[in-house]
């Protein structure tokens, strides 16, 4: 009978501990993220609020309506979107100055379906609407190995400006929980590796033994 080869064994060990803890860490993601949902659910029964500043945003005032006075738009930004029919097409964020700060509030004022090529004839003015997070430009690869970035606010508008569509309030089924089945996958994964490396052992005992 031949010696079970060390190397190859070390490196399927290996390959399977990360996988298990992969599968833990996403079982860890899914209780965090449970409770943080349940913060959203409980915010989005609560009345409105000020708008919060920069320094001052926290998780607790996710959800919430609120309301700000857009004193100008210093800048556009345009990004894939959907309006409040579910219809895909290009949201326009305007960064705002407000009072008493010296950093710009960003608002969702809407979305266009058409190609993105001027901005939109709106220059401030009082907005309300749902305090959401700012959109994250950010890779997957960039979110995995850069430091970890604290989002910022986002108020989603509620009324119509201009000829702008009314942009998808924040929903808590566009929030879904799949860190239990992802776990569930990784377990999976390192269960089958591990049987199939057994699997060809047998079968490379057998071999040997012939």
């Not at 738009?73 to 100055?97: F, H």
């Not at 995995?144 to 089924?173: H, N, R, T, Y």
Request: charged residues 20%; neutral net charge.
């Amino acid at each position: 009978m031949k010696r079970v080869p060390v190397f190859a064994t070390l490196i399927v060990a290996a390959a399977v501990a990360a996988m298990v803890a992969l599968g833990i860490w996403q079982l860890q993601r899914a209780e965090e993220k449970e409770k943080y949902i349940s913060v959203l659910e409980h915010n989005s029964a609560l009345s409105a609020i000020d708008y919060p500043t920069r320094d001052a945003f926290d998780e607790t005032q996710l959800f919430r309506e609120s309301h700000l006075e857009c004193l100008g738009v210093e800048n556009w930004r345009t990004q894939a979107g959907k309006s409040a029919t579910g219809k895909t097409g290009y949201k326009y964020i305007a960064e705002c100055k407000v009072a008493d700060s010296e950093k710009t509030a960003l608002v969702n004022v809407g979305v266009v379906y058409g190609s993105p090529d001027k901005s939109p004839e709106w220059s401030g003015g009082p907005v309300r609407g749902v305090i959401f997070l700012e959109p994250d430009p950010r890779s997957l690869l960039e979110k995995m190995f850069s430091p970890s970035k604290k989002p910022g606010a986002m108020l989603v508008s509620s009324q119509k400006i201009g000829a702008l569509e009314l942009p998808q309030p924040p929903s808590l089924d566009n929030i879904p929980n799949n860190h239990m089945a992802y776990a569930w996958q990784w377990f999976f994964f390192a269960f089958i590796a591990a049987l199939i490396y057994v699997l060809a052992l047998v079968k490379r005992s057998k071999e040997s033994s012939e």
